[in-house]
């Protein structure tokens, strides 16, 4: 890590964070997300209130694993790529993410995620 990227926004910060959305659901993305982040997912483009909505109102995962390929920080922007699987009961989802996080107030807040399902 590179001394002028703060610790919220080191790799492991947000492999941590990641970790929280996915298990946590939508009191974590209500905490989480920037006013004015933008969320992509399959057929949607969705704003903070849709996005905590549609989380609010789909099951929690039952695993996730989350295998980061990319990162890159400066002092107060950090994104990172990775693959992500799910699982809830027997159905699988696996998927390239991309969140990039903002510092503001000392506090990380993702501006942006996207989905992009892995092919079957």
């Not at 209130?49 to 929690?60: L, Q, R, T, Y």
């Not at 039952?62 to 295998?67: H, L, M, S, Y």
Request: aromatic content about 8%.
């Amino acid at each position: 890590m590179s001394d002028d990227i703060p610790s919220e926004l080191a790799r492991e910060a947000l492999v941590r964070l990641e970790q929280r959305l996915a298990l946590d659901g939508a009191p974590a993305y209500e905490e989480l997300l920037h006013e004015d982040a933008l969320v992509v997912v399959p057929g949607a483009v969705l704003n903070k209130g849709e996005c905590v909505a549609a989380i609010a109102a789909s099951a929690g995962w039952d695993r996730i694993d989350i295998a980061p390929f990319w990162y890159f920080g400066t002092a107060d922007t950090a994104s990172i790529a990775y693959r992500f699987t799910g699982n809830r009961g027997p159905d699988e989802y696996q998927a390239v993410m991309l969140s990039a996080y903002l510092l503001e107030a000392g506090r990380p807040r993702l501006i942006h995620h996207q989905q992009t399902p892995e092919a079957s």
